[in-house]
């Protein structure tokens, strides 16, 4: 299937009550969780204090990294951390909801800053709208993706395509999805992903049996967060020579 296409809708999920308004996307070369995580921190505050006057979509692919949510505990984790340390990938706890999950290269992650009190959203509906922008990705390859109420994040059968974890600070959200499209699977066999046993994780090209144009997918998913927000996407890159704190300064010089 042509990844330009346009879809239907998978289903009739909510789309967000946005006037159609423009938010920032900001696309990230690698960068390191911990800048990506402090700079989602500054502009979560920046957006409170009104020095932000639009919400910020980011775009990025991270180093190794393991990562615990509120409910994470090192109980998940399914090898000793001197095997993770001999790899060289930290363990990072942070305020996001969910448990314990695994980012890589070849993972896409969506980290969009979102004043959900002034789009008068609560927060399911805030994920749901967010797992429909992953849903509709996979349609794009042909791929039929689902949703689970009783586990957040998005499904192929019983495999987790794409995991979601969110915190909300001020009524304003941050952190957000990690789509799976050609990152090695192997870092998810060394823990129970997201607190659950027994489950398989899935990427796109596990599913297609191919590799995936990562330029492809952040086009598909643009549009779609577009369509179900309702809203037009200013796109930018970054270099790579780029700072966080030149990064930061520069959103909110455009803010």
Request: charged residues 20%; proline residues 7%; contains cysteine.
């Amino acid at each position: 299937m042509n990844p330009t296409n346009p879809i239907p809708p998978t289903n009739p999920h909510p789309v967000a009550p946005f006037p159609k308004k423009k938010w920032l996307c900001v696309q990230l070369p690698l960068t390191d969780y911990r800048e990506a995580w402090r700079l989602q921190i500054d502009l979560v505050t920046a957006r409170w204090e009104k020095r932000l006057d639009t919400d910020v979509v980011l775009l990025v692919e991270h180093p190794p990294v393991f990562t615990l949510g509120r409910r994470g505990g090192m109980g998940n984790l399914t090898v000793s951390e001197n095997v993770l340390k001999e790899r060289g990938i930290p363990i990072i706890q942070v305020e996001r909801g969910g448990d314990i999950t695994f980012h890589g290269p070849g993972q896409l992650v969506i980290y969009p800053i979102v004043d959900l009190t002034a789009a008068r959203l609560g927060v399911t509906d805030y994920v749901e709208i967010l797992e429909e922008a992953i849903i509709r990705v996979a349609a794009n390859w042909g791929i039929t993706a689902n949703r689970n109420p009783l586990n957040r994040g998005v499904w192929v059968g019983n495999s987790k395509l794409g995991s979601i974890g969110i915190a909300v600070r001020h009524g304003i959200s941050f952190h957000g999805v990690a789509l799976n499209v050609n990152l090695s699977l192997e870092p998810f066999t060394w823990i129970h992903p997201c607190g659950l046993k027994g489950i398989e994780i899935t990427s796109l090209e596990k599913e297609l049996g191919r590799s995936v144009s990562m330029d492809d997918v952040r086009k598909a998913l643009r549009r779609h967060i577009e369509d179900v927000f309702g809203v037009e996407l200013t796109m930018t890159e970054i270099a790579k020579d780029l700072g966080i704190e030149e990064l930061r300064n520069w959103i909110l010089g455009i803010g």
